[in-house]
């Protein structure tokens, strides 16, 4: 079983559309988590932490159930320029960051 | 731009030949880690430093694989006589890392943009 799974997708929404993402874990010692975003042939970049609370910045929410080793992204009103891999990424205290595969986001207008 | 900086960025090689990827890290962190990436895939560990210490390998990690950080600044990464599955996208992340609490450690790895290796 991979340490991280997600669903591969693509995803393919509207302009506008609100499009939802799903993460698990099979470690339950990790502590930190996050959502990167990689376009084509670029590198990762971090797009938010993940914190048990649930975090919102703009369009985008992210929520974290530790129980359920679960990790969902949330993203509204969804742009063109949305369109991307979303790397669903865990790790324990201070050691390398575990990558989900990604999925695909395609927004078209 | 994150700050963080790959060399070369691209590098076709024949199967058999050596090549070394330098990293310069963002001049305040002191983690530097080596990942690599191939198509359809996430991001895999392969090692990291703190400062110039070597303190994790990954099993992917063969003994054609060796990286260095000598004086806790740039790190080299270097492969002997490579593979065909050597191909891959190497990305280099580096952090500041802080302890938090007891047990806790609190960093945020910013990633350059990649050596493309092509090994025919």
């Known amino acids: 079983r991979k340490e991280v799974e997600q669903d591969p997708g693509p995803f393919n929404v509207p302009e506008g559309a609100t499009v939802a993402f799903n993460c698990t874990y099979s470690?339950?010692?990790?502590?930190?988590f996050f959502w990167y975003r990689q376009d084509c042939r670029k590198e990762p970049k971090l797009l938010m932490s993940?914190?048990?609370s649930g975090n919102e910045d703009g369009r985008f929410t992210a929520q974290l159930n530790r129980a359920s080793q679960y990790i969902s992204l949330l993203i509204r009103d969804s742009k063109l320029s949305d369109s991307a891999t979303y790397l669903c990424?865990?790790?324990?205290?201070?050691?390398?960051?575990?990558f989900g595969k990604g999925t695909t986001l395609s927004v078209s207008s | 731009d994150t700050g963080v900086s790959q060399d070369p960025r691209h590098k076709i090689t024949k199967r058999g030949q050596n090549v070394t990827f330098r990293c310069d890290p963002i001049?305040?962190?002191?983690?530097l880690y080596w990942y690599r990436q191939t198509l359809g895939q996430g991001p895999e560990f392969l090692t990291y430093?703190?400062?110039?210490?070597?303190?994790?390998k990954s099993r992917l990690l063969s003994d054609r694989f060796s990286a260095e950080r000598p004086k806790g600044s740039f790190s080299t990464l270097e492969i002997q006589r490579t593979e065909q599955g050597d191909s891959a996208m190497y990305l280099c992340?580096?952090?500041?890392?802080?302890?938090?609490?007891?047990?806790?450690?609190?960093?945020?790895?910013?990633f350059g943009p990649g050596t493309r290796l092509l090994v025919l």
């Open positions: 992340a580096s952090s500041l890392g802080r302890r938090q609490g007891a047990s806790g450690y609190q960093e945020t790895q910013y």
């Open positions: 470690n339950s010692a990790s502590q930190s």
């Open positions: 993940v914190y048990s």
């Open positions: 990424v865990v790790n324990q205290a201070g050691t390398a960051l575990i």
């Open positions: 001049s305040e962190h002191n983690r």
């Open positions: 430093f703190q400062n110039e210490a070597q303190l994790e």
